[in-house]
């Protein structure tokens, strides 16, 4: 009886996997330099979206974004689903993403523009 031998040769390259889910801000139009005033919460297949007013009251920091809780984003979250390089909301709006600073900065793609999201705590400056 012939022995079969099988062999498996992998490289050494290993891809990194990187999830969705979790609290995302989004960085100002134009490059502003001021506090982002839009979360994200990609949580349980929904799409939680989060305001922030800076006011003499409210300082949108780290701490007031991590504070928040579901029954404080605006009404009807939406579905979404994700797999790897791509985010889909609602069933059809489709997006070409791309992580970078070990998983904590996305990079929406667009035709003629990109938009920077980043995990609370990291900021864009810490990945350049």
């Known amino acids: 009886m012939p022995l079969l ?3 498996q040769c992998d490289d050494d390259v290993t891809e990194e996997t990187y999830y969705i889910e979790g609290k995302w ?11 982002p005033n839009t ?7 929904l799409r939680y979206i989060y305001y922030c007013g800076d006011d003499e009251t ?6 007031y974004w991590s504070a928040l809780e579901t029954s ?3 009404p009807n979250p939406d579905t979404f689903s994700f797999e790897p390089n ?3 909301i609602d069933g059809d709006m489709l997006f070409n993403i791309e992580f970078d600073c070990n998983g904590d900065v996305v990079n929406v793609i667009f035709p003629d523009s990109v938009w920077q999201w980043w995990r ?3 900021s864009p400056t810490d990945c350049e």
């Open 5 to 7: 031998l099988a062999i």
């Open 25 to 35: 801000l989004l960085a100002n139009a134009g490059g502003s330099e001021l506090p």
């Open 39 to 45: 979360m994200y919460e990609f949580k349980d297949g």
């Open 58 to 63: 409210t300082n949108c920091d780290d701490a």
């Open 72 to 74: 404080e984003a605006i």
């Open 86 to 88: 791509v985010l889909i």
């Open 120 to 122: 609370i705590g990291t």
